[in-house]
């Protein structure tokens, strides 16, 4: 079964909030709320993937907040639809300057908020998609990178060291005997650590 999607609600109005747990709840998506932009900050350690933000708020405003977690490399990636009664196009600016995905003016009629909902989650979910490829196909290869080229590469992926050039190289093949009777003996990661301080230290 597909994992619902989930989409914290911030705004101070309870009624506001009830009424938007009650259409999306019923819709299938699971919701959290929070009453402030303090309070939304915490709430993002639950992974929402969608945040629907007010602005006028006590303590934080929805820009601040939508500006906050737009600059963490974290959360930067998780879409953000601004719902203000604030209609002038310099609020507009102002969203859209803050990093928001989408804005939309009080009061929101409830078939563009879902229609704009919908296709928000879409492309979200698209990218974490193609994100988790890359991130396993990474994985993959990294098996196959010695140590200090991942630091290299992770202190300074445009490093000149890390320019493609072209060289005479000498290829060295290690095994190790009986390899397939330690794999079986040794914890998971201990015989590729191993192989690779052998093939380090030739």
């Given at each position: ?41 915490a709430r993002v350690a639950e992974a929402p993937d969608l945040i629907l933000l007010d602005v006028m708020m006590p303590i934080m405003d ?141």
């Open positions: 079964m597909a994992q619902r999607s989930k989409i914290l609600i911030v705004d101070d109005e309870p009624f506001n909030v009830d009424l938007l747990e009650q259409q999306l709840e019923e819709l299938g998506y699971e919701t959290v709320s929070a009453a402030n932009g303090q309070e939304a900050l929805g820009f601040t907040v939508c500006r906050l977690l737009k600059d963490n490399e974290e959360t930067r990636l998780i879409p953000i639809v601004i719902m203000t009664a604030l209609g002038a196009v310099e609020d507009r600016i102002q969203g859209i300057e803050a990093g928001a995905d989408d804005f939309l003016t009080k009061p929101v009629d409830e078939r563009e908020l879902l229609a704009r909902i919908q296709t928000t989650l879409k492309l979200k979910h698209a990218v974490d998609r193609r994100i988790n490829e890359l991130r396993r196909v990474k994985d993959h290869f990294a098996r196959f990178v010695p140590e200090a080229v991942k630091r290299l590469v992770a202190a300074n992926p445009e490093a000149p060291e890390l320019a493609k050039q072209e060289r005479d190289v000498s290829v060295l093949f290690l095994d190790i005997s009986g390899y397939t009777h330690l794999s079986e003996r040794l914890a998971p990661g201990v015989l590729n650590t191993l192989v690779e301080r052998y093939f380090s230290t030739f």
